[in-house]
């Protein structure tokens, strides 16, 4: 038997596409919320059709929609528009992910919205915000790590800036976006306050992960720029290049783990020179250790490398591809990748749910579901008969 969740009777309409605002409903969802997708009749989300593809869905679709329902509504037409106002007046969550000024546009921008339901909650996702001279530009989550500040330090300084391998600046954001929800979901529930809208910007979700950037620029005009694999001004942290051409990174950088490292390596007498012992002589002496590691590193194979920094307690490890992930004893002792079943029986593993909570878990109910899977059972709940909706249908409102 399924043990009770922590979202269980919250209610949330998620409006949007691709990945920001659907990342942030997949969460609630994952967690008990019951989650209703409003999809575009056509087609629907265009994520449905991204990347790999499993008999014409995208596999991506089953992790990105899971635990949701799926209510197509053509929001353009007025009677779309009044369906998600009575879904609305029931709701303690809307998230959307439109282009500032859409959800007005419609009769669905936050005044409209609250009037119905004074507790309700709307987080609001876009790539500028709500507000500002940028707000009306198109923002996908590429543009937003750029003007955020990760593009620029991520790389190598002798090459262009490159991108993180995943839509990190979408799923920053969703995280921001669930933060606020829940914020204002205490507010509501604990405070006695009334429902409020949080406006998440994807840019300044990611301007929010820049560490110390901001103030080393305002007081030294210190611009931090793009490092390579090393951690700029935290020695040593870097990845190095074993002699069977693997990679393995090492963080040492803790001043009793770099003389337990040196020691383990030969160096004795680097873990002993007081001007090392904190991290700003180290610093001031960063091409020498990373000479020293480097070459160690270069005489030995990654499982000896990687035997005698553990042995060491020195933080150490290979850089997994999916394949050593997917074959990992600890993900398979901490039960990360679970089996599931598509709809004609074929298995597949998906992501686990994170974080893990000891007493309300969170639990993969269903995969992403079908277009329109559950249109009928959502709009007979609101009243709609068989042959209203048969109407609604050959109009093109559903």
Aim: aromatic share 8%; hydrophobic share 40%; proline share 5%.
């Amino acid at each position: 038997m399924s043990k009770p969740q922590p979202l269980q009777g919250i209610r949330v309409i998620e409006l949007g596409t691709l990945i920001a605002g659907p990342f942030c409903a997949r969460l609630l969802a994952e967690f008990g919320a019951e989650v209703i997708k409003i999809e575009a009749p056509d087609g629907g989300d265009p994520l449905r059709k991204w990347r790999k593809l499993y008999q014409g869905t995208s596999l991506w679709w089953y992790v990105q929609a899971r635990n949701k329902k799926s209510l197509t509504l053509n929001l353009k037409m007025p009677e779309a528009q009044e369906i998600v106002r009575k879904l609305v007046q029931d709701a303690d969550i809307v998230v959307e992910n439109f282009r500032p000024g859409a959800m007005e546009q419609w009769g669905l921008g936050w005044e409209a919205l609250s009037a119905l339901n004074r507790g309700l909650v709307m987080v609001r996702l876009s790539g500028y915000g709500q507000t500002g001279p940028y707000r009306d530009r198109p923002g996908f989550g590429a543009i937003a790590e750029s003007m955020g500040g990760l593009r620029y330090v991520t790389g190598y300084p002798d090459r262009a800036p490159v991108r993180v391998g995943v839509s990190i600046g979408d799923s920053i954001a969703a995280l921001h976006g669930v933060i606020g929800a829940l914020m204002a979901l205490h507010h509501r529930n604990v405070n006695g306050g009334r429902g409020q809208y949080i406006d998440v910007a994807l840019y300044e979700a990611v301007f929010n992960m820049m560490e110390s950037v901001l103030p080393e620029y305002d007081l030294y005009g210190f611009i931090r720029e793009r490092s390579g694999a090393s951690l700029p001004g935290i020695v040593p942290s870097n990845t190095y290049l074993t002699r069977d051409h693997k990679y393995v990174v090492i963080g040492a950088n803790a001043d009793s783990i770099f003389r337990r490292m040196m020691c383990a390596i030969g160096r004795a007498d680097l873990a002993a020179d007081p001007a090392l012992a904190h991290n700003d002589g180290r610093v001031a002496r960063t091409a020498e250790i990373e000479q020293v590691i480097g070459e160690w590193v270069a005489q030995h194979d990654l499982a000896h490398v990687l035997g005698v920094l553990e042995k060491a307690e020195v933080p150490s490890g290979k850089i997994y591809d999916i394949a050593d992930i997917a074959a990992d004893a600890h993900y398979r002792a901490r039960e990360m990748i679970q089996e599931f079943r598509l709809a004609d029986g074929k298995p597949v593993r998906l992501p686990a749910i994170v974080p893990k909570l000891s007493e309300t878990p969170g639990e993969t109910k269903s995969l992403g579901p079908a277009l329109g899977e559950h249109t009928a059972e959502i709009l007979g709940a609101l009243g709609f008969s068989a042959e209203q909706q048969q109407d609604l249908k050959r109009r093109g409102v559903i």
